[in-house]
């Protein structure tokens, strides 16, 4: 499965990239804001840092609108991948700017159906939110499931990414399901390496290496 990171933040890009744990980024509205920094600025400076597809997420609404802001995102680097909607508009937006040879991911996906629609209008991914169904008592991982199974049935070659991952166990259902791609907050992918027992064992190694003595360097 391959790793996003879910975050406009270069710092936090950067030492995750530095790790190997990158191998893509996405950004929405939301992430930039937080970021405090400037859309086409900020993209450009993940571009340059990471080697895969880097989302950025359009703002229009309106099909003619959301192509033309696609065009001028895409053309910041040779990997951008332009997100758009899972709105009838940007799945029009989706298929135009995919038939240019754009990477497109279709973003706010909640339904299998929605995600057969995005696959039909040349998505190269589509980000169905796990969390965000989870929030409202629905099954986000079995959305994914699901997508996973339709689009297996049917050759569809759209790639699952998993999104609105928030906790490590959304990791790895989503890698048991087989989802092609998640993205998940810095935070998330660095919990991944706790265990308790991780934890508690290295503590009882460094208390009986203090009783012998010894010294390594
Ligand atoms: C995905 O592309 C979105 O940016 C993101 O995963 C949304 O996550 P949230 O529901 O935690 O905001």
Not at 104 to 110: A, D, I, K, R, S
Not at 165 to 173: C, D, K, P, Y
Not at 178 to 200: C, Q
Request: proline share 3%; charged share 25%; hydrophobic share 50%.
């Amino acid at each position: 499965m391959k790793f996003f990171v879910d975050t406009a933040e270069i710092a936090a890009i950067s030492e995750l990239n530095d790790l190997g744990m990158v191998d893509g980024v996405t950004t929405n509205p939301s992430l930039i804001l937080k970021s405090g920094r400037d859309i086409l600025e900020v993209t450009r400076e993940i571009c340059d840092l990471v080697d895969g597809p880097v989302s950025a997420e359009v703002v229009a609404t309106e099909a003619d609108a959301m192509i033309a802001e696609g065009r001028k995102l895409a053309g910041i680097a040779d990997n951008i991948a332009v997100k758009v909607p899972l709105t009838w508009d940007g799945l029009k937006a989706c298929k135009v700017l995919s038939g240019e040879g754009r990477m497109v991911n279709v973003t706010l996906c909640f339904s299998v159906n929605q995600a057969i629609l995005a696959a039909k209008a040349g998505a190269t991914f589509i980000s169905p939110f796990v969390g965000r169904l989870d929030d409202i008592n629905l099954d986000g991982m079995e959305l994914i499931a699901d997508i996973r199974t339709v689009y297996d049935n049917y050759g569809m070659d759209t790639q699952i990414l998993a999104a609105s991952i928030r906790s490590v166990n959304h990791v790895a259902e989503a890698a048991r399901i087989g989802a092609d791609v998640m993205t998940a907050p810095p935070a998330v992918i660095k919990a991944m390496a706790s265990h308790p027992l991780t934890d508690r064992g290295l503590e009882a190694f460094m208390k009986d290496w203090a009783k012998t003595g010894q010294k390594i360097l």
